[in-house]
C-alpha cells in the first residue's frame, strides 16, 4: 500500500541540517506491504531516478509497473501475512483434532504468536467486507497508523526498512575509526565531502562552469562528434542520444557484449514529453522553468547577439524541443525487458541507421586500445529508437543541438553543486510526486546514497560490520529459499499445461539458481580484494571533484569488464541495497543484508511469519525464472527457447487471461497496465503460493519427527521425536546421525565451499592459506591416481626399507620410534602427548598412554562370534596392501607374524586405562620400563629442554611393564615391521583408489557398509586433524563476531544466575559446598574464537 499526500494535507517542512530520527526497532509485520520492484525499493538511487507513483496522478505511467502495481498488488506481503497464518490455523486445527483427539489445543499465547497476531490485525479494517473489497479489509487500517513521512510521496515496509539502512549506514559512517581497509576509508572520505557544504558553497558554480566552457570549445559539434561524444561519456557521465553498457551476452553470460539504448531524460517517464494530457502539460511547462532557473543560478551567457534573458528562453526551449523529439521515438519501457526485441546488430548496420555518428571511431575512442571494425556486433531492445534516431539529428541546428548537449551536462552535474539547484527543482517535484521529494531529503541521507552509488561494496563492508550480520542469518535465508524451491518444484509437477519434457528443464533451471544471501563470502567483501576493487577510485575532500572521479571510475570498471568477460559469481548488489532480485543473465537470486531485517525477516519471528514476509519476495524472484522475460533464459542464463511450442502456447493463453485480468483493475480513475505489469503479477501469484505452500509444507514436515500415538506423559522422547529415525536414516558410510552430526556437515560444508571458492592473503592469512593448498591438493585426486603408491615407497626408504618387503630396516627400536614419532606421531607400541596436569592446571605433562590399535581391542580376542568377520577381512585387507606394494607370497608370510604381533599387543593392553596411571620421573620409567632409552627418545622428540627431572604421566603402568617384557622376546624384524605397517595404515587413505578400495573390506566388515566416504568429506577430516586451528580461524572469519561472542556469554550468564539461585534452594547441599560450587561458576567460558 502507498499513503499520498492530498490535497489540502499540511506537512512539516524538514529543514536541511535537521536529521530525522531513525531508529533501530524492529518493525512487526503490520508495518505495511513493501513499494514493489521500483528504483525506489534500493538504498541508493540517481536523483533522476524515480520509485512509483505520485498522489496525483502525474507519473503514474512511470517506473517498472505503474502506479497500481506500488498501490494494489504489493498489499500481497500483509494479506499474505494472513493467508500463510490461516494455512497455519488451518493446519494447526488439524492436527490438533489428530494428535488431541477430541479438543483442538489453547490458542498459542506466547510473545512470538501475540506479536504476529497484533501486526497483522492492526492492518486490518475488520468493517469492510472481504468479499467486497479484500485490500481494504486487510490492510485498511495500515495509512492510518503509518502516515506518511514528510518529504515522501509513498510509505511501506520497504520505505521503513530503507530509511532505518539509511540511518545504520549514516551511524556507521560518522565513526572515525575505520581505517583498517582502504575501501571503507574511501567510503568515508566521500561520505564527509559530500557532507562539507560549506566547502561546497565556497567553490560555487565554477567547477560546473569550467566544464561548459570546455564543452563550449569543441564546437562546430559536426566537425568531433565523436570526441565530445567520448568526452561526454566516459568523464562526466552524461549520454545525451543514447546509453551505452556493458552487458552479459545473452548467448553465453561469461562473455561481455555493447548494449546499446535509448538515453536517460530529464524527466521520470517519456510520456511526460509526449504532452497528451493537462498534467503532462502542467509538468513541461515547470520542467522548462526549472531549466530556466537553473541556468539563471549558473550565471551562462545568452548569445552575442542578444539581450536580456530572450535568448537564453530560445536556447532552452529549443533544448527541450530537442529532448521531446527523442522522447516521441521511445520504444515503450516494457520493450527493454522483453527477450523478443532484443537485436544483433553490427556496426555497419548502425552506421546505415544513424549516419551523423561514426560508430567504429566513437567506441575505439571510448575503448582504448580495443580495436573495432564495421563487422563487429552490438546488441539492443531499441532498434526502433535508432532508426528514428538520424531523422532528430538531422532535424535540429548546430547550436540547437549544442544546447541540448549542454542542458544534458548542467542537468547531472549541478546535482552535485550547493543546495540552491536542488531548491530550483521544488516546484517540478510537487507536481511529479505530490511532494517536494528533493527540498525535503536531509543532506546526510543524501549523502548516504551517493556514497553508496560510489563506493558500494566498502560501505556494505561497514554495514556487514555495524548490523552484525553473519551466516546464521544467511544460512537460514538460503534454507528459506531451498524450501521455496522444493515447493516450486511440486508445483511444476502440478502444472497440468506443462509438458514433461519442459518441467524437467525447469527442475534443472531450479537446481542451478545461484543462491547470494547477505554479502559476498569472498572477492568483493574480502577487505584486500575490495581494496583492489576501487584502486583506481581517486577520493579527495572536494565533493564535485569525487564525483567526476567517480564517473571516470564507472567508465574503467566498464572497460574493465568488456576486457575481462562476465564473472556469473560476482555479487551485482550491495548488502546495504533493500531489494531482493533475480538476475536472469546468471540465474541467481540476491537477498542483501538488508531485506533479512524486520520486518521482513527475524531469528525470533515465528517460522510462517518469516515466510509470510521474506519468503514472498524471495519467491517473487523465483518465479521471475519463469515469467514472460526469464521462460526465454535457460539454467546457465542463456537466451535460447527451451520450453516446447505445446507449453510455450498454453503459457501465453494462461499470461493473456492474467493481462485482461489486471488491465480491468481500476483505482482512482487509473487502470492497471495489465501489459506492462504482467512478470511482476505472475511472479506476486506464483510467490504467494509457493510461500504459503511451504509454510504448510514446514509445518507438516515437524509433524513428521513426531509418534502422536505415544502419550506425551509417558514417554516423550519417543512422542517428539519417534519418527525422526525414518525420517533421517543413516546416510551411506556413517555409523550415527543426529542433529549434532547434521550440524557438523553444515559446518564442514561451510568450510568447504571457502576453501574451494575462496582467496586468502599468503601475507596476511597464512595459517588459512596453507589449509586451503592442504586441502585442494588432497582433493587433486587425478595427480593422486597418477602417483599411484611411489611417495608412500619413498617414504619408506627413509626408514631403510620394510621388512615385509624384503629390506630390512637399519634402524634400532629408539631411532625408530623417534623418526615415526617426530613426523607422524606414530610410535606405534605406545601413545604420547602433552596434557595439563590434574592437580596443576598452570603446567604441561608428558603423557605416556597405550597404543591405538587397527581394530577395537574385542575384535583380536579368541571369541569366535567377534572375530570370524571381522579379524579375517582385517587380514585380508592386509594381504591386498602388502601386495599393492609388490610383495609375494613370502612378503604375505610376514604379514602373518605382524598380525601375531598385533593380537598379542591387542591383549596386553588393560580393560581401564586409567587403572595404574601414575607420575614418574624418567630416571624411575626408565628402571621400570627398560625396553627403550626414553631421555634419548624425549629429547629426540623435543629438541629442547631437560628431561632429567620432567615428571612423565604415565596412563597404564601395567602396559608398559608387559610391554617391556614382550619387547625383549620379540623378534626385531616383526616388530619394526608392525611398526611400519601402522605408519602405512596412515598413509593409505591418500594414495591411490587401488589401496582405499582395500580399506573398504574392513570397513565393511566393522560397519557393514560398502560406501566410501566422499572425497570432500575425507580432505575435510584430512585437514582438520592437520591443520585444525586453520580451518577453525577460516570457520571463524564469518561466523564469530563480537557481537554474537557478546551474545553467547550474555546467554551463559543467565544460565549461571539461574544455577546460582538453584544451589540456593538445594538442602542436601551444605554451606560450603555451595559456596565452592558458586565460585566455581564465576569462571567465564571460551566462547567461539
Request: include cysteine; hydrophobic fraction near 35%.
Amino acid at each position: 500500500m502507498v499513503a499520498m499526500n492530498r490535497e489540502g494535507e499540511s506537512y512539516a517542512v524538514m529543514e536541511e541540517d535537521e536529521e530525522e530520527e531513525v531508529v533501530d526497532e524492529e518493525v512487526g509485520l503490520g508495518s505495511g506491504p513493501t513499494a514493489g520492484d521500483g528504483a525506489g525499493d534500493r538504498v541508493l538511487h540517481t536523483m533522476e531516478e524515480t520509485t512509483t507513483a505520485p498522489s496525483q496522478g502525474a507519473g503514474s505511467r512511470r517506473g517498472r509497473a505503474g502506479f497500481l502495481q506500488a498501490a494494489v498488488l504489493p498489499a500481497l506481503v500483509v494479506c499474505l501475512a494472513l493467508a500463510v497464518l490461516g494455512c497455519a490455523i488451518t493446519l494447526t486445527r488439524r492436527n490438533n483434532a489428530t494428535l488431541i483427539g477430541k479438543e483442538p489445543a489453547q490458542v498459542c499465547t506466547t510473545w512470538e504468536c501475540v506479536r504476529a497476531a497484533s501486526d497483522v490485525l492492526s492492518s486490518m479494517d475488520l468493517a469492510v467486507d472481504p468479499c467486497e473489497d479484500f485490500y481494504s479489509y486487510a490492510c485498511g487500517e495500515w495509512g492510518r497508523h503509518n502516515p506518511l513521512p514528510s518529504g515522501t510521496y509513498q510509505w511501506g515496509s520497504t520505505d521503513v526498512v530503507r530509511r532505518r539502512t539509511l540511518g545504520q549506514l549514516h551511524r556507521a559512517l560518522d565513526n572515525t575509526d575505520i581505517r583498517n581497509t582502504s575501501a571503507k576509508w574511501k567510503a568515508h572520505v566521500f561520505y564527509h565531502s559530500c557532507m562539507n557544504k560549506e566547502r561546497i558553497k565556497g567553490r560555487g558554480n565554477k567547477p560546473l562552469l569550467d566544464i561548459i566552457a570546455d564543452i563550449y570549445k569543441n564546437f562546430p559539434f559536426s566537425n568531433q562528434t565523436e570526441a565530445v561524444l567520448k568526452k561526454l561519456h566516459s568523464v562526466y557521465g552524461v549520454s545525451p542520444f543514447f546509453t551505452l553498457k556493458v552487458m552479459p551476452d545473452p548467448t553465453d553470460s561469461q562473455r561481455s557484449v555493447l548494449f546499446f539504448s535509448q538515453p536517460e531524460l530529464g524527466l521520470p517517464s517519456h510520456e511526460h514529453f509526449l504532452n497528451k494530457t493537462p498534467i503532462d502539460s502542467k509538468v513541461l511547462q515547470l520542467y522548462l522553468r526549472y531549466m530556466n532557473d537553473v541556468e539563471q543560478l549558473l550565471g551562462m551567457p545568452g548569445d552575442e547577439d542578444s539581450e536580456g534573458g530572450i535568448a537564453s528562453r530560445r536556447r532552452l526551449s529549443e533544448a527541450l524541443r530537442i529532448e521531446s523529439s527523442l522522447a516521441a521515438i521511445f520504444n515503450e519501457r516494457g520493450d527493454l525487458d522483453d527477450p523478443e526485441k532484443v537485436h544483433n546488430v553490427t556496426l555497419q548496420e548502425m552506421q546505415n541507421l544513424v549516419s551523423h555518428i561514426d560508430w567504429v571511431t566513437y567506441l575505439q575512442a571510448i575503448f582504448v586500445p580495443f580495436a573495432f571494425t564495421l563487422h563487429d556486433k552490438i546488441i539492443t531492445p531499441t532498434l526502433e529508437y535508432f532508426k528514428k534516431l538520424d531523422k532528430v539529428l538531422n532535424s535540429s541546428s548546430e547550436s540547437d543541438m549544442r544546447d541540448y548537449i549542454i542542458w544534458s551536462l548542467v542537468r547531472k552535474l549541478s546535482q552535485n553543486l550547493d543546495g540552491r539547484f536542488e531548491d530550483a527543482k521544488r516546484d517540478l517535484n510537487e507536481a511529479l510526486y505530490g511532494t517536494d521529494r528533493g527540498g525535503f531529503v536531509p543532506r546526510w541521507e543524501f549523502c548516504v546514497e551517493q556514497t553508496s552509488r560510489a563506493v558500494g561494496f566498502g560501505l556494505g563492508l561497514l554495514y556487514v560490520e555495524y548490523v552484525g550480520f553473519n551466516s546464521t542469518h544467511k544460512i537460514q535465508v538460503e534454507k528459506l529459499i531451498k524450501n521455496l524451491s522444493e515447493v516450486y518444484k511440486d508445483t511444476i509437477d502440478q502444472l497440468t499445461w506443462m509438458d514433461n519434457v519442459t518441467s524437467g528443464f525447469a527442475k534443472e533451471k531450479l537446481d542451478s539458481i545461484v543462491l547470494n544471501v547477505g554479502y559476498p563470502l569472498s572477492d568483493d567483501l574480502h577487505p584486500a580484494i575490495t581494496d583492489s576493487s576501487y584502486m583506481d577510485l581517486t577520493l579527495t575532500d572536494d565533493y564535485f571533484q569525487n564525483m567526476l572521479n567517480y564517473y571516470e571510475f564507472e567508465m574503467k570498471s566498464m572497460k574493465t569488464a568488456y576486457n575481462r568477460g562476465q564473472d556469473t559469481h560476482k555479487w551485482t548488489m550491495t548488502p546495504q541495497t533493500v531489494e531482493a532480485d533475480y538476475n536472469v543473465y546468471f540465474n541467481q537470486i540476491t537477498v542483501p543484508a538488508a531485506v533479512a531485517q524486520p520486518p521482513f525477516y527475524s531469528t525470533k519471528n515465528l517460522k510462517f511469519v518469516n515466510y509470510a514476509a521474506i519468503g514472498t519476495m524471495i519467491a517473487h524472484e523465483l518465479v521471475h525464472a519463469f515469467d514472460t522475460r526469464g521462460s526465454h533464459y535457460n539454467y546457465k542464463g542463456t537466451l535460447t527457447e527451451w520450453w516446447t511450442p505445446t507449453t510455450r502456447k498454453e503459457f501465453e493463453e494462461k499470461a493473456s487471461c492474467m493481462e485482461r485480468q489486471y488491465g480491468a483493475y481500476e483505482e482512482q480513475g487509473w487502470h492497471v497496465d495489465g501489459h506492462r505489469t504482467l512478470g511482476e503479477n505472475i511472479a506476486d501469484n506464483g510467490g504467494l503460493h509457493a510461500a504459503c505452500e511451504v509454510c504448510v509444507s514446514a509445518a507438516t514436515q515437524m509433524l513428521t519427527y513426531m509418534d502422536p500415538s505415544v502419550p506425551p506423559c509417558d514417554d516423550f522422547y519417543r512422542y517428539a521425536c519417534g519418527r525422526w529415525g525414518a525420517r533421517y536414516p543413516l546416510p551411506g558410510g556413517k555409523k550415527r546421525w543426529s542433529v549434532w552430526d547434521i550440524s557438523f556437515h553444515h559446518n564442514l560444508e561451510l568450510i568447504k565451499n571457502r576453501l574451494e571458492n575462496g582467496t586468502f592473503d599468503k601475507n596476511k592469512r597464512l595459517a588459512a592459506y596453507d589449509a586451503q593448498a592442504f586441502y585442494l591438493a588432497c582433493m587433486d585426486e587425478e595427480r593422486v591416481e597418477d602417483v599411484g603408491a611411489t611417495p608412500l615407497l619413498e617414504l619408506l626408504k627413509e626408514f631403510g626399507g620394510w621388512g615385509v618387503l624384503g629390506n630390512s630396516s637399519h634402524l634400532n627400536l629408539t631411532e625408530l620410534m623417534i623418526r615415526l614419532s617426530r613426523k607422524f606421531l606414530s610410535p606405534a607400541i605406545f601413545d604420547i602427548d602433552v596434557v595439563p596436569g590434574i592437580d596443576s592446571p598452570g603446567m604441561y605433562f608428558i603423557k605416556l598412554s597405550s597404543p591405538k590399535l587397527s581394530l577395537p581391542s574385542l575384535y583380536y580376542s579368541n571369541n569366535p562370534v567377534k572375530t570370524n568377520k571381522i579379524l579375517p577381512a582385517y587380514k585380508e585387507y592386509m594381504m591386498r596392501v602388502t601386495r599393492l606394494l609388490g610383495g609375494g607370497n613370502s612378503s604375505c608370510a610376514e604379514m602373518e607374524k605382524v598380525l601375531a604381533f598385533e593380537q598379542d599387543l591387542a591383549n596386553i593392553i588393560p580393560d581401564s586405562k586409567v587403572e595404574g596411571s601414575v607420575n614418574m620421573t624418567i630416571p624411575d620409567f626408565q628402571k621400570a620400563i627398560p625396553f627403550l632409552n626414553w631421555t634419548l627418545y624425549l629429547s629426540g622428540l623435543f629438541s629442547n629442554g631437560t628431561y632429567e627431572t620432567q615428571p612423565l604421566f604415565i596412563d597404564s603402568v601395567p602396559y608398559f611393564k608387559k610391554l617391556s617384557d614382550y619387547v625383549k622376546k620379540s623378534d626385531p624384524k616383526t616388530l619394526t615391521n608392525y611398526a611400519l605397517w601402522m605408519l602405512i595404515q596412515k598413509m593409505i587413505p591418500i594414495l591411490d583408489y587401488r589401496f582405499r578400495k582395500a580399506a573398504l573390506i574392513m570397513a565393511e566388515a566393522i560397519d557393514e557398509t560398502t560406501e566410501p566416504v566422499r572425497r570432500w568429506e575425507f580432505c575435510m577430516d584430512l585437514a582438520d586433524k592437520s591443520l585444525a586451528y586453520a580451518l577453525g580461524e577460516i570457520f571463524a572469519m564469518k561466523e564469530i563476531t563480537a557481537k554474537r561472542k557478546e551474545d553467547v556469554k550474555k546467554m551463559i550468564d543467565n544460565l549461571k544466575h539461574a544455577f546460582k539461585d538453584n544451589l540456593d534452594h538445594l538442602p542436601w547441599m551444605d554451606n560450603k559446598t555451595r559456596l565452592a560450587a558458586k565460585e566455581k561458576a564465576k569462571k567465564h567460558p571460551e566462547c567461539g574464537w
